[in-house]
């Protein structure tokens, strides 16, 4: 949070929760509909898009073991966003994008399940420049030795008369290898 909000960067509200009343309180500070998923999995096992306060009781309740070691992550779901995966490799001081992924799916879909489209099929390329820029600020500001994979949403105006508006979310910064690597390697031709 710290550092997203040092570097300008927008996230999507969120909260932690380790019981069913510190949920509540967090959905409804947030705003339904949120997303909300264990903590302790690896590729969006058990995430739901939840609508309101009975369906968050029933989740907490049944699809997950709560505690103050494995809480829950609550965040804002955003409708009908465009949800874009980038990997970068950086050496500490230059930066290089690899790759910027738009997923087929409407964002919410997790990325181990998504279809991605490379290069982007319907984003302008001021937002993809736009991505890049951000991504390119995170690798530097995290020190990046190797590669690094960004998730981000890109909501776009709905207002035929407004088109051209449109917001970027970070929703989640890998510093690491991704599971798209192999993938943009093979799209780009380049190891």
């Avoid at 019981?19 to 909300?36: F, H, K, S």
């Avoid at 096992?45 to 989740?59: D, G, S």
């Avoid at 949800?83 to 690899?98: H, K, P, R, S």
């Avoid at 951000?134 to 709905?158: D, H, R, T, Y």
């Amino acid at each position: 949070d710290r550092l997203l909000i040092d570097l300008s960067l927008k996230q999507p509200a969120n909260g932690i929760a380790r019981n069913i009343d510190e949920a509540i309180t967090c959905a409804e500070e947030i705003g339904y509909p949120v997303v909300i998923r264990p903590s302790y999995v690896l590729g969006g096992r058990a995430m739901e898009i939840v609508h309101n306060t009975q369906a968050l009781r029933a989740y907490m309740k049944h699809a997950v073991d709560v505690s103050k070691s494995a809480p829950v992550l609550i965040d804002q779901y955003i409708a009908q966003a465009i949800e874009v995966d980038i990997d970068v490799l950086a050496d500490g001081t230059d930066c290089f994008v690899t790759g910027v992924m738009e997923h087929i799916e409407e964002a919410g879909i997790h990325s181990g399940d998504s279809t991605c489209s490379l290069p982007p099929h319907s984003l302008r390329s001021e937002i993809v420049d736009d991505l890049k820029e951000q991504s390119i600020k995170l690798a530097k500001a995290l020190n990046i030795i190797g590669l690094m994979n960004v998730q981000f949403i890109v909501e776009q105006s709905q207002n035929a008369a407004d088109l051209d508006t449109y917001q970027t979310y970070v929703l989640e910064v890998n510093p690491r290898a991704s599971r798209t690597v192999p993938f943009v390697a093979k799209a780009t031709g380049v190891p």
